[in-house]
């Protein structure tokens, strides 16, 4: 399968997450990785990936602290057994005022 095209804008787009997360898949299929894990994902993005992943992920790495409680993507996790590992776990000092 061949990389999407690359827009003149980098970032998010599902078609070049799901290309990576299939090379990955690939990476389980053949032994060499035990599971999958992905970062920084919403619920929407996250629901995408459920459908459309063979191997669904097992772990989500996301900025989790006391003013950044991700309530609606700990129960979706929660739901459907997801690790939550949080970092920034007091905060982060630099990130601007919302």
């Known amino acids: 399968m061949a990389p999407p ?6 970032g998010y787009t599902p078609e070049h997450y799901l ?3 299939r090379a ?10 035990r599971s999958l894990g992905c970062s920084n994902m919403t619920v929407r993005k996250l629901e995408a990936l459920w459908g459309a ?6 772990n989500i790495q996301v900025e ?3 003013f950044l409680a991700q309530h609606a993507l700990k129960a ?3 739901a459907r057994g997801i690790l939550m590992t949080g970092y920034h776990p007091l905060g982060s000092p630099s990130r601007p005022a919302q």
């Open 24 to 33: 990955m898949e690939a990476l389980v299929d053949e032994g060499l990785v």
């Open 64 to 66: 989790l602290h006391p």
């Open 5 to 10: 095209p690359f827009s003149q804008r980098l």
């Open 53 to 58: 992943a063979a191997h669904k992920p097992v």
């Open 76 to 78: 979706y996790c929660d």
């Open 19 to 21: 290309f990576v997360w």
